[in-house]
């Protein structure tokens, strides 16, 4: 069973940046799709970036693209999201998630294609 463990979160202020880990134990060969997703209070689970674990393919949803790096280093079976130019707005739980054991087919990936859940780091931007 892939567990996956998050870590790096934290407060920062406005501008700042943040790395965010994702350790993965178990049978990680078995992902094909992993990612990063954030919730803040009331509001909907909403994606930040994925990346196909094969390919290194990567894809970043729009309210980040230019100010996150998703990235995988496989050796240590860890996910990064580098995350820069921070905004009040960023402020939620960020979870890590993969997919095992079948293929991502949306494009870009939805919440409901991911069967395995961190369980969140918090992540507040002060302005």
């Known amino acids: 069973q892939v567990q996956l463990v998050e870590s790096g979160g934290g407060s920062v202020q406005a501008g700042g940046s943040l790395r965010l880990s994702c350790a993965l134990s178990?049978?990680?060969?078995?992902?094909?799709?992993m990612g990063w997703f954030r919730q803040a209070p009331g509001k909907e689970r909403e994606g930040v970036a994925v990346?196909?674990?094969?390919?290194?393919?990567?894809y970043y949803y729009d309210s980040v693209k230019g100010r996150f790096t998703i990235s995988q280093d496989n050796a240590k079976n860890t996910l990064y999201l580098e995350m820069n130019s921070l905004k009040p707005e960023d402020t939620a739980m960020y979870y890590c998630a993969a997919q095992i054991g079948g293929d991502v087919r949306w494009y870009p990936p939805r919440v409901v294609d991911f069967n395995c859940w961190g369980q969140g780091t918090q992540v507040t931007v002060s302005s």
């Open positions: 178990g049978p990680t060969y078995r992902s094909s799709c």
């Open positions: 990346i196909y674990a094969h390919s290194g393919n990567t």
